[in-house]
C-alpha cells in the first residue's frame, strides 16, 4: 500500500481516536501507522550500498521492485513488519505500562492489517515473510534451489540506473552470487507498495 493511502486511512483513524485516547497517543497511533514503513527506506539504502539517500529515488525504486512480484525469487523482509517487531514493541510497551508505546504498537499493528488486506485481495501474501524465522527459512530454501532473494532487488537498481538513475547502483553488491544469477522483469509496475 502507497504511504499516502497509509496516511489517509492512518488520519481518519487518528481523529476518530482522538476524543477517547487523547492527541499526544492519537497523534503517536497515526504517525506509527505510516513510518513503520521507514524499513522499506532502510531496504533501499542497504542494497544500494548507501550512496544515495533521495527519499524520491526510494519509492522509485520500490515500486519498480514491485515489476518482480512474480519472480520465485521474490522474497521481501520488512523487519519493522515481522512478528518478532510486533511481539517486541508489545512487551516494552506491556512492561513500561506506556500508554503512548501501546499506541505505537496498536499503530503498527493497523497498518499491517492494512497491508495484509490490500496483499490478500491481490493474492500476493507470500512475497513478503511475515516473521525473522520465515525468512531464514525460505532464504535457505531459495538457496539451496540456486537462488537468492537479493537478486530483484539488485536486478531493480540495474533498471533504474538504465532509465537514468546511475547514482542508484551500489559500487559492491551485498551478495556477489546473486548478482550472478539472471533476471526476468515483466516489466509492469504495479499500483502498490508493499
Ligand atoms: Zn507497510
Not at 128 to 156: F, K, V
Not at 171 to 180: K, N, V
Request: a positive charge; glycine letters at 6%; one cysteine or more.
Amino acid at each position: 500500500m502507497r504511504p499516502a493511502t497509509h496516511a489517509l486511512i492512518g488520519g481518519a483513524a487518528t481523529a476518530a481516536l482522538a476524543p477517547s485516547l487523547g492527541w499526544p497517543a492519537s497523534a503517536l497511533f497515526g504517525l506509527a501507522s505510516v513510518f513503520i514503513d521507514v524499513d522499506h527506506y532502510l531496504d533501499f539504502l542497504y542494497y544500494n550500498g548507501g550512496k544515495s539517500w533521495s527519499l524520491r529515488k526510494a519509492y522509485l525504486f520500490h515500486l519498480r521492485l514491485t515489476c518482480h512480484h512474480h519472480r520465485k525469487d521474490f522474497l521481501v523482509l520488512n523487519v519493522l513488519h515481522t512478528t518478532e517487531a510486533f511481539i517486541l514493541i508489545l512487551l516494552l510497551a506491556l512492561w513500561s505500562g506506556s500508554l503512548w508505546l501501546q499506541a505505537i504498537w496498536a499503530g503498527m499493528i493497523f497498518h499491517y492489517l492494512c497491508d495484509l488486506s490490500m496483499m490478500f485481495r491481490r493474492r500476493i501474501l507470500h512475497v513478503r515473510a511475515h516473521s525473522l524465522l520465515e525468512y531464514w527459512i525460505r532464504r535457505r530454501r531459495l538457496a539451496q534451489a540456486g537462488l537468492s532473494p537479493d537478486n530483484p532487488y539488485l536486478d531493480t537498481l540495474k533498471e533504474l540506473q538504465a532509465g537514468g538513475n546511475p547514482s542508484l547502483i551500489a559500487q559492491s553488491s551485498p551478495s556477489p552470487r546473486a548478482a550472478a544469477l539472471p533476471a526476468k522483469a515483466s516489466g509492469h509496475i504495479d499500483s502498490v507498495v508493499v
